[in-house]
């Protein structure tokens, strides 16, 4: 799917190749890469670019993906879905200079907003590594729960890790007060 959104503060667009270098800076942070299962650390303009070239237009909704953008910064993060084996799966980061200022609270509520709008699906799953506090904060907030734990690989740690495993229904979502 070819989406785009927007927040009061946020663009969400498709990612571009012209996200390469900012995804790059971003990611080779090991504060930001050891928090997410798919990222090795370090993590070069290379891999960004070989990771911008597996979206394309057209992919159906449960692999959307958003390049985050603030006004007068550009590129500051990503946030998308992935098809997992027990359903979608969302996932997000965020350039270390743009933590702790509600960016990905509202990031994560247009694109579950946009997500149930455009799909039948009953569930969306999420987690995070079990020291990732920030990260849980957000999906506490926004109506998700533990549903167990599990152990993920982490690419930048090189490790298998603790993981919380969330999910959020439909039904919560669309009954949480806005």
């Known amino acids: 799917m070819n989406v785009t959104l927007h927040t009061p503060r946020l663009l969400l667009r498709q990612p571009q190749l012209g996200d390469a270098e900012a995804i790059a800076r971003y990611l080779n942070d090991f504060e930001v890469a050891g928090n997410l299962a798919r990222v090795p650390f370090p993590y070069h303009i290379s891999d960004a670019r070989a990771w911008l070239r597996t979206r394309r237009a057209g992919l159906p909704a449960q692999e959307t993906t958003f390049s985050i953008e603030l006004p007068d910064h550009g590129f ?5 879905f992935h098809a997992g084996p027990k359903g979608p799966i969302l996932g997000y980061w965020l350039g270390r200079p743009f933590w702790n200022r509600g960016i ?3 990031a994560v509520v247009a694109s579950l907003d946009w997500f149930f709008a455009a799909t039948s699906h009953e569930t969306v ?6 020291f990732n506090s920030a990260s849980l904060a957000i999906q506490t907030k926004l109506g998700f729960t533990q549903t167990g734990r599990s152990t993920l690989l982490c690419l930048a740690r090189d490790a298998e890790v603790e993981h919380i ?4 229904t439909r039904s919560v979502w669309k009954a949480r007060p806005t």
């Open 104 to 106: 990905m609270s509202e």
């Open 165 to 168: 495993d969330t999910q959020l």
């Open 76 to 80: 500051i993060g990503h946030i998308g």
């Open 125 to 130: 799953l999420s987690g995070v590594f079990v």
